[in-house]
Structures are given as structure tokens and as C-alpha cells.
């Protein structure tokens, strides 16, 4: 069974620059989270969709980052437009709900660096 | 909100060693998960426990579900090389919508 898949792997843009990054969670999976993971810390949640429903976008700074996950399954998250301090590891993650819903699956994460 | 406490931070330790490592809560969490991170890799769940008091082993991976629950520890025996990364413990946030990380234990281990 494939695991989350992310892409790109790396990303290096400029200050004011727009980004995107693309998560395949696993097959099956209704429950998808976008986690930011700064260095020497564990990973924070951004959002977290329930299929196509983002039911807790609370720590999303709405104002430069948007996602969304049309049809419930692949997923995109954007910065408009990225500042130095969004330099950081972007994870997503994907989990088969109900009372397994607890056990998140990551993917590789792609690593955003902003100049 | 809930906060994980890992400790220690960091170790450094001599291949063939057994570790061990916790975590403890601010609050009572109904599960524990484990994960290990490899260098520019996502996290990998490693152990999952559901119950107070639950011990639970994944090859030279044993982790217990403090009584309390509100500590979890893990332990790592006769470790070897590949047994380097960051190790996380997580567990669901107050609704139980989201996994709330501790900042994570760096293990190295010298051969």
C-alpha cells in the first residue's frame, strides 16, 4: 500500500513569492491534516479536512495560506505570498477516521526555504 | 492548551545500549503514540497505546501507558545505528481532532 505522497520535496522561492505544495494521502483515508514542523520542534497543525470539509482550520493564518481538497482526496496548500519566516517543513498526513482516526499517517514533507 | 514535555532532549549513547525516554502531560490524554523521524523524512508511528497502564512492544521497542495517564515512556534495547532520529511523542488534542507533539527526544548512538 503507498504511503502519503508530497510534492515537491524541496522548495526554494523569494520573499513575496506565491508557493504550493501537493499531498496524495493513502487510499481510503477520509481524514487529511496539513502540519507545520519548525526546526527542533514537533510538527503543529494547520488544517484538517474531514473528505472535502476543512473542520479545523483555527491555526491557518488565513491571510497569506489557503488549502483545499477537492472531490475529498488529494489535497493543495498555498502561501500568498510566502515571508522569510514560513521557511519550515510542511507535512501532511492522512488517517482512516472513525475510532482509528487517532493514528496519522506522514508523508515526506516538503521542505520550504524562503530567501 | 494540552502540552507535551519530552525528556531528556538529546542523548548520546554507545551501540549496544538500552534507552529511555518520557513524556508527560499537562493534562490526561487517552492515547499515546510514538514516532521516530529520520533527517528529511516525515514521522513514522512506531507504537500506538490506547489504555492506562498498557505495555506494549514493537521488536526492541517497548512503550508503557503511565497509570496516571498523563506520562508515557519509551524504551529502546541493545540500540544500534539505525536507532538515530528524532523521537516524538503525540497524543490527540482536547477534542480529539488533532495530534499534539512533544518537541521531540534527538537520539545518537555511537558505534
Known amino acids: 500500500e503507498a504511503g502519503v505522497v508530497q510534492s515537491p520535496r524541496y522548495k526554494i522561492i523569494e520573499k513575496k513569492q506565491p508557493v504550493a505544495f501537493w499531498c496524495n494521502p493513502i487510499s481510503g483515508h477520509n481524514t487529511l491534516y496539513w502540519y507545520l514542523q519548525n526546526l527542533g520542534q514537533g510538527p503543529e497543525l494547520l488544517i484538517r479536512?474531514?473528505?472535502?470539509?476543512?473542520?479545523?482550520d483555527s491555526q491557518l493564518p488565513k491571510d497569506r495560506f489557503s488549502a483545499e481538497r477537492l472531490k475529498g482526496v488529494d489535497s493543495t496548500l498555498k502561501i500568498q505570498p510566502a515571508e522569510l519566516g514560513d521557511s519550515a517543513v510542511y507535512l501532511c498526513?492522512?488517517?482512516?477516521?472513525?475510532?482509528?482516526?487517532?493514528?496519522?499517517?506522514f508523508g515526506q514533507g516538503t521542505r520550504l526555504t524562503v530567501v | 492548551g494540552q502540552q507535551l514535555n519530552q525528556s531528556p532532549q538529546s542523548m548520546f549513547i554507545q551501540e549496544g545500549e538500552d534507552v529511555s525516554m518520557n513524556c508527560t502531560s499537562s493534562?490526561?490524554?487517552?492515547?499515546w503514540l510514538w514516532y521516530k523521524q529520520d533527517p528529511g523524512e516525515g514521522p513514522v508511528l512506531l507504537i500506538a497505546?490506547?489504555?492506562?497502564?498498557e505495555l506494549t512492544s514493537n521488536g526492541r521497542l517497548t512503550a508503557q501507558f503511565g497509570i496516571t495517564r498523563k506520562d508515557s515512556f519509551l524504551n529502546i534495547s541493545a540500540s544500534i545505528p539505525s536507532d538515530v532520529g528524532i523521537y516524538f511523542c503525540?497524543?490527540?488534542?482536547?477534542?480529539?481532532?488533532?495530534?499534539?507533539f512533544g518537541a521531540g527526544t534527538i537520539l545518537r548512538v555511537k558505534s
Open positions: 498526513a492522512s488517517s482512516p477516521g472513525g475510532t482509528m482516526n487517532t493514528e496519522a499517517f
Open positions: 503525540a497524543g490527540p488534542g482536547e477534542y480529539g481532532n488533532k495530534l499534539v
Open positions: 497505546l490506547y489504555k492506562a497502564g
Open positions: 493534562s490526561i490524554f487517552n492515547t
Open positions: 479536512y474531514e473528505n472535502e470539509e476543512a473542520v479545523d
